[in-house]
Nanobody, 115 residues
Framework: QVQLVESGGGLVQAGESLRPSCAAS????????VAWYRQTPGQQRVWVAIQTGGGAINYADSVKGRFTASRDISKNMAFLQMNNLRPEDTAVYYC?????????WGQGTQVTVST
């Protein structure tokens, strides 16, 4: 069974940076893919960065150029570097692991950006 635990959220001012991380445990295959999503109250969870089958990472237009997703497979860790944060980036951020035919989710980490 795969478990994901996010950390690294917090409260920052607009223009600052955060780097949430996602620690995975269990059996992780090298061909698994990682994605990051975010969700605000009353809204659906939306993706912000997703790893393709070829290993490239696609970004939502709203975060392109500001967010960078990365992964350290040797440590079963994934990261989301978020720069130049804006108030509209305020949300709970979730990492997701897509492996075989299963999708695993972490518990989320709150990111709050003040003006």
């Amino acid at each position: 069974q795969v478990q994901l635990v996010e950390s690294g959220g917090g409260l920052v001012q607009a223009g600052e940076s955060l780097r949430p991380s996602c620690a995975a445990s269990g059996t992780i295959f090298s061909n698994s893919r990682v994605a990051w999503y975010r969700q605000t109250p009353g809204q659906q969870r939306v993706w912000v960065a997703i790893q393709t089958g070829g290993g490239a990472i696609n970004y939502a237009d709203s975060v392109k150029g500001r967010f960078t997703a990365s992964r350290d497979i040797s440590k079963n860790m994934a990261f989301l570097q978020m720069n130049n944060l804006r108030p509209e980036d305020t949300a709970v951020y979730y990492c997701s692991l897509i492996q075989e035919d299963s999708v695993y989710w972490g518990q989320g980490t709150q990111v709050t950006v003040s003006t």
